[in-house]
């Protein structure tokens, strides 16, 4: 269904137009960063990995220390609201939690009452030009802090990534580190085929665990394709597809890198697969 009708948003325990939602400004989500988020997919109202998001967002609140609002099962209860005031086809579920106001100080002695935001909005249909010929990246030194595993929404380095990657006419800025190896794009994880095998970054502090990764690596294992989680560069020999990967896009074909074709410069045909595989198990899911 499309949606005509004003969007509604949770904020601050009831569901209001997302025009009259605010938070105050002194909530530390807007004075210092101070929370986590999620973005979650619903297709015809039925969420994609909904218990893992859920799982998620509760790993980001314990390694900051925030209280979840709310119970999981409420929380989850409060997302299944939120999109059926707001029933897009294809809807993105963004979930914040902030450490909650107080009067502006680095250090909160107090446990305060965190704030739950939850919007939804329409996922924008993967653009056909792009599954057709492939995303394309540039590639930058790391600028972000250390403990990339945890979905903060400190997204500042993400941020001035990504308009890099737009003012180069790119889609995705990729991360590397000291040695080279990329590790994650601003807002997708990223994996190649080497040697025929699926190889992506380990999880470690330096990436996202993302939902979608992990769907996209228990895919492989299941086809029986081989995988690797290790370090890897864009210049090793025998690499000969790249994608990247996210609750946004699901698999994204990645064809472009500083300038430079990958493989034959085409969505190759393991990532194509593996895309068809994802989506094949989306339709599934929908019943
Ligand atoms: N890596 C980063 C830095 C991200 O911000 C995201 C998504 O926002 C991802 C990876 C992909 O994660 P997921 O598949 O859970 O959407």
Same mark, same amino acid.
């Given at each position: ?6 969007? /509604?948003? #949770? ?9 009259? &939602?605010? %938070? ?5 989500? +807007? ?7 999620? %973005? ?32 999981? $099962? ?7 609201? *939120? ?7 294809? &809807? ?19 446990? @305060?009452? =965190? /704030?739950?935001?939850? /919007?939804?909005?329409?996922? =924008? ?19 972000? #802090?250390?403990?990339?595993?945890? $979905? ?5 380095? *993400? %941020? ?6 737009? *003012? ?6 990729? #991360? ?14 990223? +994996?190649?085929?080497?040697?025929? $095998? @699926? ?17 996209? @690596? ?12 290790? =370090?890897? $560069? @864009? ?41 068809? #595989? ?5 339709? &599934?899911?929908?019943?």
């Amino acid at each position: 269904m499309k949606q005509n009708k004003p969007l /509604t948003a #949770w904020v601050n325990g009831r569901f209001v137009p997302l025009d009259e &939602a605010t %938070v105050h400004i002194e909530d530390r989500g +807007f004075q210092f960063a101070d929370g986590v988020y999620e %973005v979650i997919a619903c297709f015809s109202g039925t969420f994609l990995d909904l218990d893992a998001h859920l799982k998620r967002l509760q790993r980001s609140c314990d390694a900051i220390a925030i209280v979840l609002p709310r119970p999981l $099962k409420e929380l989850e209860s409060l997302i299944q609201q *939120s999109y059926a005031l707001n029933p897009f086809d294809h &809807a993105m579920i963004y979930v914040q939690i902030t450490r909650g106001v107080a009067p502006r100080s680095h250090l909160v002695k107090e446990q @305060l009452q =965190p /704030t739950l935001v939850i /919007t939804v909005r329409e996922l =924008p249909e993967p653009e056909e030009h792009k599954l057709a010929h492939g995303a394309s990246g540039i590639t930058r030194p790391d600028l972000r #802090w250390k403990r990339c595993d945890i $979905k903060s929404i400190a997204l500042l380095a *993400s %941020v001035l990534g990504k308009q890099e990657a737009e *003012s180069h006419g790119v889609d995705e800025t990729f #991360w590397l580190d000291e040695q080279g190896h990329l590790l994650e794009g601003c807002a997708t994880n990223c +994996f190649a085929i080497i040697d025929h $095998k @699926l190889v992506t970054h380990p999880l470690d502090h330096q990436v996202l665990g993302g939902i979608t990764r992990k769907m996209l @690596l228990r895919l492989a294992h299941a086809h029986e394709l081989q995988v690797e989680e290790r =370090p890897w $560069k @864009l210049s090793e020999t025998g690499l000969t597809e790249c994608m990247m990967t996210s609750t946004t896009n699901a698999v994204m074909p990645v064809c472009q890198m500083n300038g430079v074709a990958i493989g034959n410069g085409a969505p190759g045909s393991v990532t194509m697969q593996l895309r068809q #595989w994802m989506l094949d198990e989306f339709e &599934a899911l929908k019943g």
